[in-house]
């Protein structure tokens, strides 16, 4: 079992700035995948951006050149800058972990933390 812990999220100003954070609850070099999934009332779960443990980051194209994903493996934890931010991205913030145990995946989500875009 990994717990995932959000923070950071909160009420910012269009062409604001956030930084999210996602504590896990075990070294993060077991995790093959962290990423960052929102969600907005009546819509699916998107990806943001996912941070592999090996290999590159990728981002949605919302994400592209306003958005930045990083791991610290000294605190266990994944960040999501969040840059120049626009009202569309109001919504609630996931942190999602990917292990592989044997042959099976395993994800895991963390609660979410609310990000709202308004003046």
């Known amino acids: 079992q990994v717990q995932l812990v959000e923070s950071g999220g909160g009420l910012v100003q269009p062409g604001g700035s956030l930084r999210l954070s996602c504590a896990a609850s075990t070294n993060i070099f077991r995790l093959n995948v962290m990423a960052w999934y929102r969600q907005t009332p009546g819509k699916q779960r998107e990806l943001v951006a996912a941070?592999?443990?090996?290999?590159?980051?990728h981002y949605a194209d919302f994400a592209k050149g306003r958005f930045t994903i990083s791991r610290d493996t000294a605190k266990n934890a994944v960040y999501l800058q969040m840059d120049n931010l626009k009202p569309e991205d109001t919504a609630v913030y996931y942190c999602k972990a990917e292990m592989v145990v044997d042959t099976t995946t395993e994800n895991y989500w963390g609660q979410g933390t609310q990000v709202t875009v308004s003046s």
């Open positions: 941070h592999p443990r090996v290999g590159s980051r």
